[in-house]
């Protein structure tokens, strides 16, 4: 992923991680998207598969967020807000244990 004050771009593969994070609710769920070894392996993701949502709006817009901050946090980015930096390891939290 490259970030600058142009769009973001992100590759297949972040798209992938992102995908695998935001379906992984739970510490253990998370940790087994980074196991290559897992067959929740993110980098196994097949991203023209079909993918159908059945929790209500309040939960998928809940995952997106974790997943979103999350990714972001493990790429080493933070959010800044009125001139002041925010670190984002609180995501971390966001995964149910």
């Given at each position: 992923?490259?970030?600058?004050?142009?769009?973001?771009?992100?590759?297949?593969?972040?798209?992938?991680?992102?995908?695998?994070?935001?379906?992984?609710?739970?510490?253990?769920?998370?940790?087994?998207?980074?196991?290559?070894?897992?067959?929740?392996?993110?980098?196994?993701?097949?991203?023209?598969?079909?993918?159908?949502?059945?929790?209500?709006?309040?939960?998928?817009?809940?995952?997106?967020?974790?997943?979103?901050?999350?990714?972001?946090?493990?790429?080493?980015?933070?959010?800044?807000?009125?001139?002041?930096?925010?670190?984002?390891s609180f995501s971390e939290e966001e995964f149910i244990r």
């Amino acid at each position: 992923m490259e970030a600058s004050y142009e769009p973001i771009i992100l590759s297949d593969s972040d798209q992938k991680e992102l995908f695998s994070l935001f379906t992984s609710a739970t510490l253990h769920e998370r940790e087994q998207i980074y196991d290559p070894n897992s067959n929740h392996y993110f980098q196994n993701t097949d991203l023209t598969e079909e993918y159908s949502l059945t929790e209500e709006n309040r939960e998928y817009a809940l995952d997106a967020w974790r997943a979103v901050l999350y990714f972001l946090h493990s790429k080493g980015y933070s959010l800044v807000k009125d001139n002041k930096q925010i670190d984002l390891s609180f995501s971390e939290e966001e995964f149910i244990r």
